[in-house]
């Protein structure tokens, strides 16, 4: 196991890239989600054998509703079986999304806007899940608070599949997160994108301004 | 001149990098900035000739104000000093931070929160001073809306000096920007630079999730 100088706090994921990889790899576009759980499981177990302390995974948003339906069945079971696949591990669950809507998956309903215990609660792992900033940032103007005020400051965002940008990843608790790009797409996880990631990271130097 | 298929709207500019590139080139610290005023002076020309609507330079933040009082001095007076060199061209000026505060400038009164339209405005032109994204969100929170409502949402961000960060750059209006990193620290600018960027960004694909 590697040792780093600097290990961030909170880690925001941004798992990019699935369709692309079905693309690539000869299946239709919506089979790509599928095979993006196991790397968040493989994630899961690297960060806590690192001793990350909190991670929040973006699922869908609000925009990619717009995509088709079988995409949006597809992504959206993702969702719930990723939250499935670790709710009874040592992980505090907690899911972020606008629950006001039929496109929010009802089986995430315990773990909407509550963090959920289980274990010894090594970890926080928060999902965005029917997510969308507006909204976000719409509950600070008419409730006094971002609907996402429980999730912290995020000091490091890593995304697969090359792009770079944010699309509407948090954005009052990414305004000092360090933001680190992998190029693969996100199904081709490997243990080493993450390490190089952490390598990355504990050199950056963070003054807030100051 | 070079021929792009696709050009942003608008271009936010992250300048970082003076205090190293004084250090780097013998200077005091603080003798950084206004080595980065002709730098401007340079993009903004270069904008107008490829035909960029809109652009909003980071000057400075209210976390920089913790910084050493010389070094207070020297930013605040180049952020003044690049306001001046850019007020009687084509270009609507307008500056966005907090007035309440003794840091906001007086010199910059006349386009705070209001915009000044010069000769054939070809450009809009929006600085950040003493601008804090705390501020701006606590504006949406208890007036309804954002103390930068005038400043519309930003296609491409292009920051100097290595950081991969926002550093609190305009966070609703950069929910979806892409990001160009140029390693060299502002004072060094060059043409090339802006125009790598632009090659890059004319490959982005641009989704907004859907």
């Known amino acids: 196991m590697e040792n780093f100088r600097r290990i961030p706090s909170h880690i925001g994921i941004i798992p990019d890239g ?28 690297l960060m806590l054998e690192y001793g990350i302390k909190e991670a929040t995974f973006y699922g869908f948003t609000k925009d990619n509703n717009k995509r088709a339906p079988d995409q949006r069945s597809a992504f959206t079971k993702a969702c719930v ?31 909407a806007n509550k963090r959920v215990h289980f274990g010894q609660g090594l970890i926080n792992l928060n999902f965005l899940v029917n997510y969308d900033w ?13 609907a996402s005020w429980d999730i912290p400051r995020v000091d490091f965002i890593i995304r697969w599949g090359g792009r770079r ?5 948090l954005p009052a608790q990414s305004v000092y997160s360090d933001f680190y790009i992998v190029d693969e797409y996100w199904p081709d996880f490997q243990n080493t ?4 990631a952490l390598r990355w990271y504990q050199d950056c130097d963070v003054t807030l301004g100051g």
Chains 1, 2 share one sequence.
Do not use: C
């Open 193 to 196: 994108q993450f390490l190089d």
């Open 81 to 111: 079986d990723a939250v499935h696949l670790l709710s009874g591990k040592d992980a505090n669950l907690l899911v972020i999304g606008n629950t006001d809507s039929t496109a929010f998956p009802r089986e995430l309903y315990p773990y």
């Open 134 to 146: 507006e909204w976000d940032l719409n509950h600070l103007k008419e409730q006094g608070k971002l």
């Open 18 to 45: 699935n369709r692309r990889w079905a693309k690539q790899n000869g299946y239709e576009k919506k089979d790509g989600y599928e095979h993006g759980i196991m790397p968040g499981f493989a994630l899961y177990k």
């Open 165 to 169: 940008r944010l699309s509407g990843f």
